[in-house]
């Protein structure tokens, strides 16, 4: 392809993933922080099957590490009045919680008394 062929393609391609964007958008199934997008079905899934279809997407569950990427999961938590699975886990240590891979968590906003595992952290 020529450099002008090369251009329009990528301008084409461009526009339509911002109308798709967009239209996500309208459907409240994305939203960002950062650099990063959070992303949403809307629909009920167990924490593996959960786990499963972000990787099938290129992606990975959510797991906020800052304020801001706290907000673009509670958006949807408010939203879709549902609780949210995350990317962490109970460590060996009881009340201690650590990434998916095992890695500390650096970045948490609990509410108060929790975490509890009931579903209000």
């Not at 099938?56 to 879709?80: C, H, M, Q, W």
Request: glycine content about 10%.
């Amino acid at each position: 392809l020529t450099g002008n062929e090369n251009g329009d393609i990528i301008q084409q391609l461009a526009y339509r993933i911002s109308r798709l964007e967009g239209v996500l958008r309208l459907n409240k199934m994305i939203t960002e922080s950062g650099r990063k997008i959070f992303a949403t079905s809307g629909k009920t899934a167990d924490f593996d099957a959960t786990v499963e279809k972000c990787r099938e997407a290129g992606g990975s569950i959510a797991t906020p590490r800052n304020p801001g990427e706290n907000d673009a999961i509670l958006y949807f938590v408010k939203y879709f009045n549902t609780y949210a699975y995350l990317g962490i886990k109970q460590s060996l240590i009881p009340g201690k919680f650590q990434l998916l891979n095992g890695a500390r968590l650096s970045y948490t906003n609990w509410y108060s008394n929790e975490p509890s595992g009931q579903g209000e952290e």
